[in-house]
């Protein structure tokens, strides 16, 4: 069945939209009345003049996170809206589509209007569906001005409007923009599974090396759908929806300073179930964070040393040559660099503490393969032996650009043939992150067993990691996800 969609505003009848299934409530009715505080579910779109602190508008997106309800916006967007820090990483990072779009303006200032992610000129849609993604409000003005030093145009403001302040020139415009944003969430609950639970899986459809291949995918989405998911694939520009669904899994490259860990971070202050979650993102993309952990907790791991400017010089002498140097927050073997001797490490350990006041020095261990063990909900669910590259000490060789160059094979293994030393380890390392979806790599040198670092994110490849389980693995992660949905509707912590 369809979620109720409910158009809030402070004087409804000022706003001249008619979509069949939308129903125009008044603030003061929302807040009070029995029939929609008991209303199970239901999209909110708060179009109240004011989201003041304690306002009508801000007690109706409030309220409807509270009854289980999706409002737009939430109240975290809201709050964002205030914030001059979180307008100051906006304009930052906008600054080139900015400067795009606005080159041609000849005055010193200018407002957009922004109507549920569009502009009402075409020029402007890309900067207003960014702005949109960033700041999920459904109607809103954005001010820029010209900079006196740079004369670089720059994001200064950003206000909510209620529907009484669209110009009358633009209604017809609002209410076109309105029917389409309804009609792309609608269609999700008709769809032919009829699940109970709207799942998200974030992608980036050009990501050149995926945690999941396109055959992956499509397990996880039958696995889903077995599990009583409505499932559908979202990018990046979906951000403004998230709050749509009821969980998130992200099968896009993971970073902190990345709109990735802002889907999770979002996830997580809506309510929804989030893989991977934001604390997992944090601990997991920072090696250094992990060498302090595993130390403290007595997880075995090769000698490390966490490196800054005032012991840099100390590294040979402590881990012996060759040894691994690593940046904080590098992945899939890049920021990782071996260095043979002295001249070659000075070199690499002056290039990583350009980007980074702490990198990460290791001593070297030559494998022929490392282990992956898969886990999830605190269980191992697969385990793997990562080849090392032919002629090369890592599973990836790239170029000096980053560009892949070789690749080791993937062996799969049942759970229960691993080294159960390997797989105890594993467990022990992973449990201390939390109870996301990790890959820990692991290293045997006779019989001890070394934890290299614990990845969230980490690949289920369809012919690799899945190899011994086949659509068990799938079934296995779907099925934990939707009993923690379930659980979180049923106010079970």
């Known amino acids: ?83 001059q820090t979180i307008l100051k990483i906006a304009a930052d990072e906008l600054q080139d589509l900015i400067g795009t779009s606005l080159a041609p303006i000849q005055s010193r200032e200018f407002v957009l209007s922004v109507y549920f992610g569009r502009n009402v000129a075409k ?48 209604r017809e415009f609002v209410v076109e923009a309105a029917q389409e944003f309804f009609a792309g969430r609608r269609p999700r609950g008709d769809r032919r599974t009829g699940g109970r639970y709207d799942l998200a899986i974030l992608v980036d459809p050009a990501e050149a090396e995926p945690p999941s291949n396109e055959r992956a995918l499509r397990r996880f989405v039958r696995a889903a759908e077995a599990a009583g998911f409505n499932t559908e694939f979202i990018t990046r520009e979906d951000f403004a929806r998230l709050p749509a669904f009821d969980a998130l899994f992200i099968r896009e490259t993971t970073s902190v300073n990345h709109h990735t860990f802002r889907f999770a971070r979002r996830a997580v202050a809506e309510g929804l179930i989030a893989v991977d979650d ?124 980053g560009v892949k160059q070789a690749e080791g094979g993937v062996t799969a293994v049942p759970v229960e043939h691993a080294p159960a030393e390997v797989v105890r380890t594993a467990l022990k390392a992973a449990n201390l992150i939390g109870d996301g979806l990790y890959g820990v790599d692991l290293k045997q040198v006779g019989k001890q067993v070394y934890v290299i670092e614990v990845n969230d994110n980490p690949n289920i490849d369809a012919g690799f990691e899945d190899k011994i389980d086949g659509d068990e693995l799938y079934g296995r992660f779907m099925r934990v996800l939707m009993r923690r949905v379930e659980r979180r509707k049923e106010g079970v912590s």
């Open 278 to 401: 934001p604390d997992s993102i944090l601990k997991c993309t920072n090696k250094v964070f992990l060498a302090e952990l595993l130390v403290r907790h007595g997880v075995p791991a090769p000698r490390t040393l966490i490196v800054h400017r005032d012991n840099r010089d100390t590294i040979a002498a402590e881990l012996g040559l060759p040894v691994i140097l690593k940046q904080p927050d590098g992945s899939f073997s890049q920021g990782v660099v071996k260095a043979e001797d002295e001249a070659a490490l000075k070199q690499a350990v002056a290039q990583l503490l350009e980007k980074s006041d702490l990198i990460i020095a290791q001593e070297y261990l030559p494998t022929e393969y490392d282990w992956r063990i898969g886990v999830f909900d605190r269980q191992p669910i697969f385990a793997c032996r990562y080849w090392m590259a032919k002629g090369h000490w890592q599973i990836l060789k790239r170029d000096g650009e």
């Open 123 to 170: 020029r402007y849609d890309k900067l207003a569906g960014r702005l949109f993604t960033m700041f999920p409000a459904p109607l809103m003005r954005a001010f820029f001005a010209v900079a006196e030093k740079s004369g670089k145009w720059s994001l200064i403001g950003l206000r909510a409007i209620g529907g009484n302040e669209i110009p009358e020139e633009h």
């Open 1 to 83: 069945m369809a979620r109720p969609i409910l158009i809030v505003a402070d004087d409804p009848d000022r706003w001249p939209l008619d979509v069949p299934g939308v129903e125009r409530v008044t603030a003061r009715a929302y807040v009070a009345e029995d029939r929609y505080s008991t209303l199970r579910k239901a999209d909110v779109y708060n179009l109240c003049r004011s989201y003041r602190y304690q306002s009508l508008g801000y007690y109706v997106s409030l309220l409807a996170a509270a009854r289980g309800h999706r409002p737009l916006p939430s109240i975290q967007a809201v709050q964002d809206l205030k914030s």
